[in-house]
């Protein structure tokens, strides 16, 4: 079954030795005094044993004992530092066993288990007089009001929860010979949890007050304390106002048991608590000056005294002072109340009739109308503490009970009462042995678990005895209290005889042996009860059961202005003639109630042991512990739970709390439970001998097993809870993120929604714009009206704009002027011409002096050629230089010669023979006065001259020379590179621009005089100079006109490596430096187009 991990197991496995170390380690320290478990004894069944081990502990000061979860307390008649807050703290939500023994360790498992369990519980406080129950019930109830979850409202249920203490032990509570703060009535308290565990509320019930007391206290007993804390403590006005002197002496209600001051009793500062615990439990001035009146007329009631007049009749003066301070708190008019303590209301023959009581019965009388006043105004407070407790809230609850009732009374004279209070513990008793001895058997029966049968006085024949209808012995007394005729003690003790005589537990003086005779009188009735012989003395058995009230007292009651008294004596009461129910009967049914609250609920026990009988702290009387420890029960329990398990539980449930501790388990079991059990608990490492499988329930050991178990199971409850908040987180994540992606999503579609009206907004605006251009365009060449007012001013606007970054950069761009709209054809002009003339004025202002020559020869060349020889374009751009040749350039001799003539220009040119046309280099230099042309060191010609040139694009020209010229030797055929440079050098020299004529097909020269010679001119696809078959010069140019190419290439070692065509002569070829000489640009014009 154990497929978990081997590490997990491993971790579990070594948590559970740990707590388990703990807690042994705990225990081992703590035997050293004892055992803390009587269960633990290895003599379990010896009653000296557990007696000894009490013992030791209890001089220890180690007051508590475990026997499993049973706690047993031992008085130790002094404060141990053993209830302060930190102790509480040290016990809160630790397990059981891991402390020393505590009355805090066991409300604490109570606490827990009920939260857990969701169930109800009661603890059971059982002992004798003085043994500590009601301190134990204290020390609960402080332990939950210190560590119940504390809200505003809560706190208040637990302050008045803890504040009804001490106004009922003021009224409830009294010094007997045993306990000088003895409860004189039983208390069962519920205190009710919300489910977190805080204190919502709680509910009261009394039993059997010992009203009695009221009106006659044994001797070194006290009456009620709340009498002795009014005198002593009452302030002198209230006193003086309730007619009380502060000396108890005066009052004979308080004085019988002669010890109205004692030592350990402060009843001033008991006083104080006590009235500021009224405040506490809302009880208003007036609730609580009835309250006083009435405690105060008691005491008057007490000092009473009747006169007896001759007749024996009982007499009470209208002077009386008690019966005026009766009549003031009261309420009752002073006639009606001193008939109703003088005289008995008898109805005989339909007639009312007053009969006078004899003084001995008026005295009868007035101690029952006290008794009867006392204890129903404790049953009033009891109900008004409750009212103050009620929890409003009506949603589902858990209790916790706590029984703290008179344990087992035997005295030296026991009397009706003891007879009640121990038939209580015999019911109490029967509670026990049916919740735990008889249930825990038939359970281990039922489960078919083995089971060596644990041999327990089942005491249901005592109760029997005592309860059994018609023949037990309150229906014997009930019936003696109620049939006619004289009946007294005696006929009650005889009709006992008569009818229950042969009984085991019951003997009489008659009955009895000889030698048993001698213990009992004559008067007296024993019965022998589970916890032992207890002899009751029949006299005033009938009365005490009776508890008559006269009819007509109770009248004179109703008529009291006291609320508190009007409430306990209300009209509503039955007047009938018929008895109410006897005192014992009364105690039956509210012990069948108590019984009942109890049997649905889970019991938990402390019972408390007596020391010594002298309220001595550190004496331990063994006899006494002894016969206390037997008849508490204590050895029968203590075999149950050796013998027994410690714990079982449904598997549904055990399975339920503890499947988390395995992961076959958890977080489901498909199967059934008990085989869920089986595998958890091989899981966790059970020994056999630890457990057993019942039918429906597993039943464990030892206790340490399931606080093993527990503690594994509150630290793995962590790691859940954490598992389960990250889950839910992570749930909670993503509930905030699809919140978010939804938000996201909205938000998404409202900009986008948002977005798309803007630009349906834009879309209808571009319309709105474009149909308004549109028809600005169709109507733009209408005059300015409402349609086209904005497109013209746009069409004005772009063009301007336009116009401003396409403005020419020179003055010879004569066509990237942009196309002006219509609208401004005129503007345009006008712009363009102030443009003009701009970058004239501004070319001319950075026009320098050497420019001006320049461009002046360049405006000659103009005149003579432009648009008369084809390759004049191409010499527009070619700056003319100086001079092609320098002086130094000329020969020396030559220079001599003709340098005083001032040397204008120089340039090398080709001459071609006349005759034969073969070219040579010569020098053409032009001085002021002539045309030489030079070879070398000769000078061959000084040329006086018209120029002929062709049209086309060659570079020739023929220099007509006069027939006047000295050395005339005919024309001559010249071809300069600088053709246009020379010409305009030489026009501009000679002043002689008509001198050179542009001759269209070819030129006639001179070979000599006489004698012409042609030169043809003629384009054509390859540039040539031949002499031609009619024995002219053939000059053929490339094709010049038409269209042409200017391509600007890049040659590298004489190759093209890349060129870039132009449809007109770049204004700025690209310059490629030439890093060395093999590389350069060359701009060259081919005939073509840019589209070929
Ligand atoms: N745990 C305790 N520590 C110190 N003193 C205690 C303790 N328990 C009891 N006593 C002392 O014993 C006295 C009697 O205790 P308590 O009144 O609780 O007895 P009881 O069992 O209620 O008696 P009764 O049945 O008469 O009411 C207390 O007044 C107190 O002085
Ligand atoms: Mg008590």
Redesign the pocket.
């Known amino acids: 079954m154990t497929h978990r991990p081997l590490e997990m197991k491993k971790s579990l496995d070594e948590r559970c030795n740990r707590i388990l170390r703990n807690m042994e380690g705990a225990l081992t320290a703590r035997d050293r005094v004892g055992v803390q478990d009587l269960v633990l004894l290895d003599a379990h069944t010896s009653e000296s044993a557990v007696l000894d081990n009490l013992r030791k502990r209890f001089h220890e000061s180690l007051i508590y004992t475990y026997i499993g979860t049973l706690l047993v307390s031992l008085n130790p008649y002094r404060d141990l530092d053993i209830y302060s807050k930190k102790q509480m703290d040290t016990y809160m939500g630790v397990n059981f066993f891991e402390l020393p023994p505590h009355i805090y360790a066991l409300a604490d498992n109570v606490f827990r288990t009920m939260l857990s369990e969701v169930n109800n519980h009661f603890i059971l406080i059982s002992g004798e007089?003085?043994a500590?129950?009601?301190?134990a019930?204290k020390k609960v109830l402080q332990f939950y009001a210190v560590s119940c979850p504390s809200t505003r409202i809560l706190d208040n249920v637990r302050d008045r929860l803890l504040l009804s203490n001490p106004v009922l032990?003021a009224f409830g509570?009294a010094k007997t010979l045993k306990?000088d703060?003895?409860?004189r009535f039983g208390?069962y308290m519920d205190i009710q949890f919300d489910h977190q565990g805080g204190a919502v509320g709680g509910h009261i019930l009394s039993y059997l007050l010992e009203k009695s007391r009221v009106v006659h206290q044994n001797h070194g007993e006290r009456n009620f304390h709340i009498f002795y804390q009014l005198v002593a403590g009452g302030e002198d006005e209230l006193l003086r106002w309730l007619g009380l002197d502060r000396n108890c002496q005066n009052y004979s209600y308080l004085v019988q048991g002669d010890c109205a001051k004692v030592s350990s009793i402060n009843d001033k500062s008991q006083w104080r608590t006590v009235r500021n615990a009224f405040s506490g439990i809302e009880f208003s001035e007036k609730d609580v000056e009835n309250l006083f009146a009435i405690i105060a007329s008691v005491l008057h009631l007490g000092n009473v005294k009747f006169e007896s007049d001759p007749l024996g009749n009982a007499i009470l003066h209208d002077n009386n002072p008690e019966l005026h301070w009766l009549s003031k708190l009261l309420g009752i008019p002073t006639r009606v109340l001193q008939q109703g303590l003088t005289h008995r209301k008898i109805e005989a023959n339909m007639e009312e009739v007053f009969s006078p009581f004899s003084v001995e019965h008026a005295v009868y009388a007035r101690d029952a109308l006290a008794k009867a006043v006392y204890g129903r105004t404790f049953d009033w407070l009891v109900n008004k503490i409750n009212e103050a407790l009620v929890n409003k809230d009506s949603s589902r609850k858990t209790v916790i009970g706590l029984l703290?009732i008179?344990g087992f009374e035997v005295f030296h004279v026991n009397s009706f009462e003891q007879f009640c209070i121990n038939y209580c513990n015999e019911k109490l008793q029967q509670l026990f042995i049916r919740l735990t001895l008889k249930s825990e058997q038939e359970e281990y029966q039922m489960e078919g678990i083995e089971w060596e049968p644990v041999p327990f006085f089942n005491n249901k024949i005592i109760c029997d005895l005592v309860e059994e209808k018609h023949k037990g012995i309150i229906s014997i007394l009930d019936e003696e209290c109620l049939r006619p005729g004289e009946a007294t003690d005696l006929t009650f003790l005889e009709k006992l005889e008569e009818k229950i005589g042969g009984h085991p537990h019951f003997v009489t003086h008659k009955l009895a042996d000889q030698k048993t005779r001698k213990t009992l009188q004559r008067g007296d009735f024993r019965l022998l009860h589970y916890a032992g012989e207890v002899t009751y003395c029949v006299v005033g058995f009938l009365d005490k059961n009776n508890d008559l009230l006269y009819r007509n007292v109770k009248e004179v009651m109703r008529q009291s202005k006291n609320a508190i008294v009007q409430h306990c004596f209300p009209s509503t009461e039955p007047d009938s003639k018929k008895r109410p129910e006897t005192v014992v009967t009364q105690f039956k049914s509210s012990l069948v109630g108590l019984t009942d609250i109890l049997m649905c609920k889970e019991p938990w026990y402390v019972r408390c042991i007596k020391p010594n009988d002298s309220k001595q702290p550190g004496r331990f009387d063994d006899v006494l512990v002894r016969h206390q420890v037997k008849y508490l029960g204590l050895m029968e329990h203590l075999r149950v739970r050796r013998a027994g398990f410690a714990y079982r539980r449904k598997y549904e449930i055990f399975l339920e709390r503890y499947k988390p501790l395995c992961p076959d388990t958890w977080p489901n079991w498909p199967g059934p439970a008990a085989e869920g059990v089986l595998c958890l608990i091989n899981h966790l490492g059970y020994r056999p001998n630890e457990y057993k499988m019942g039918r429906t329930k597993i039943f464990i050991r030892h206790p340490r097993t399931l606080f093993a178990t527990e503690d594994a199971f509150q630290i793995c409850k962590h790691e859940l809870a954490t598992r389960i908040q990250a889950k839910y987180k992570g749930y909670r994540a993503k509930g905030d993120y699809l919140k978010q992606r939804e938000a996201a999503t909205k938000i998404e579609n409202c900009w986008r929604g948002m977005m798309a009206r803007k630009e349906r907004e834009k879309r209808a605006w571009a319309v709105k714009v474009i149909r308004r251009f549109i028809k600005g365009f169709m109507t733009r060449n209408q005059p300015a009206c409402g349609d086209n007012t904005q497109y013209l001013a746009f069409v004005r606007y772009s063009y301007l704009t336009r116009l401003r970054d396409k403005l020419p950069r020179t003055l010879l761009d004569k066509n990237s002027w942009p196309t002006p709209p219509p609208v401004l054809q005129e503007a345009s002009k006008l712009l363009q011409k102030l443009y003009v003339r701009h970058m004239v004025r501004k070319y001319v202002g950075g026009i320098t002096a050497q420019m001006k020559s320049q461009l002046q020869c360049k405006a000659l060349t103009s005149s003579m050629f432009k648009g008369k020889k084809d390759n004049y374009p191409l010499t527009v751009c070619r700056p003319f230089l100086d001079t092609r040749i320098n002086e130094a350039d000329i020969n020396l001799k030559v220079l001599q010669t003709i340098r005083h003539e001032g040397i204008k220009y120089g340039v090398p040119v080709v001459k071609y023979d006349r005759n034969g046309f073969r070219p040579r280099l010569r020098q053409l230099v032009l001085t002021q006065t002539a045309v030489y042309l030079l070879e070398d060191t000769k000078i061959k010609q000084r040329i006086h001259y018209s120029v002929s040139v062709s049209n086309l694009s060659d570079n020739f020209l023929v220099v007509h020379v006069a027939y006047d010229e000295v050395n005339h030797k005919g024309d001559l055929i010249l071809q300069c590179d600088f053709l246009f440079e020379a010409l305009t050098k030489l026009s501009l020299i000679t002043n002689k621009q008509n001198s050179i004529n542009v001759v269209q097909g070819s030129v006639r020269f001179d070979i000599q005089p006489g004698r012409e010679g042609f030169v043809d001119f003629r384009s054509g696809g390859e540039s040539m100079i031949y002499r031609s078959k009619n024995g002219r010069l053939m000059v053929v140019r490339m094709t010049s006109g038409g269209p042409f190419v200017f391509v600007c290439a890049h040659s590298y070692g004489g190759r093209i490596s890349k060129y870039k065509r132009y449809a007109s002569f770049p204004r700025n070829p690209p310059q490629t430096r030439c890093q060395d000489d093999l590389r350069h640009n060359i701009l060259i014009r081919l005939p073509g187009s840019l589209n070929v």
């Open positions: 007089s003085g500590g129950k009601t301190e019930s032990e509570n306990n703060n003895s409860s208390k703290d008179y």
